[in-house]
């Protein structure tokens, strides 16, 4: 039997079901998003991708292992500030009508209990990153609360998000990722030529990207950088299929 410290899981009661939550130190409480496809009768397969393809929502995705039927299996979960972004794009019509009072309830309530519980188990100051998160979190359940038209809150939670996007900057992975697939190609390209490039390549990966450094760069922008690498890869190295250092993708 493979189980793991129960100080890390906690059962939640929440509106007649039991949710398992996940603490994650420095990011806060998770929930597995197959467990709140289940109680809300979502589409698993559909929601997932909506997810792993969501420039947003992705960000909150993690893998951690959870146990299930007395072993711990590694499965998908959602940081619990991220679930009412999730949720808010979902309309009525995608649950059957005796849960619709149920998703309002996890639209608007839920991150708030997971919250208490992530405070009572942390004392990890709040982060500028973490603080634009709730002012957006604050806004949303104004949204909800509002209850107009589906289509048209659809609409405002992506200018919301959007705003987020432009406001937010990349995680401290993918600056990494960045930086390090630089050095990569550089390096390699000395190796092979004798010439120094890293500064200039930096230099213009800044001027391309409008940015001053690595860790500064929109979170929006990361697809653009990630092609600009590619790019990069193929023009001074381009029969060299290691020039840059795997991606580790989030994958549901």
């Not at 292992?65 to 499965?75: C, K, L, N, S, T």
């Not at 309309?91 to 839920?110: G, M």
């Not at 509002?146 to 919301?160: F, K, L, P, T």
């Amino acid at each position: 039997m493979n189980l793991l410290p129960p100080e890390k899981y906690q059962e939640i009661a929440f509106e007649g079901d039991t949710l398992l939550s996940v603490y994650r130190p420095g990011e806060g409480m998770a929930v597995p998003v197959r467990t709140i496809c289940a109680v809300l009768g979502l589409d698993l397969k559909s929601q997932s991708e909506r997810i792993r393809r969501h420039e947003v929502l992705r960000q909150g995705l993690r893998k951690d292992r959870v146990p299930i039927d007395g072993q711990a299996r590694e499965i998908a979960v959602l940081l619990h500030k991220y679930i009412p972004f999730w949720l808010a794009t979902i309309s009525p019509h995608q649950v059957s009508e005796a849960v619709r009072p149920k998703l309002v309830q996890y639209q608007t309530e839920l991150v708030d209990v997971l919250a208490q519980i992530y405070l009572r188990s942390s004392d990890v100051p709040t982060t500028p990153a973490q603080q634009r998160i709730d002012e957006a979190l604050a806004d949303i359940r104004r949204l909800l609360d509002a209850q107009i038209n589906h289509e048209r809150r659809i609409s405002i939670v992506e200018e919301i998000v959007g705003d987020i996007q432009q406001r937010t900057p990349v995680s401290a992975t993918q600056a990494e990722y960045i930086q390090r697939s630089i050095k990569r190609i550089a390096k390699r390209y000395e190796l092979r030529e004798g010439r120094d490039i890293f500064g200039k390549l930096f230099a213009q990966f800044c001027i391309d990207l409008g940015t001053p450094r690595y860790d500064a760069l929109p979170e929006s922008k990361y697809e653009q950088a990630l092609r600009w690498l590619g790019q990069t890869a193929r023009t001074y190295l381009p029969d060299d299929p290691d020039a840059l250092p795997p991606l580790q993708e989030s994958l549901l």
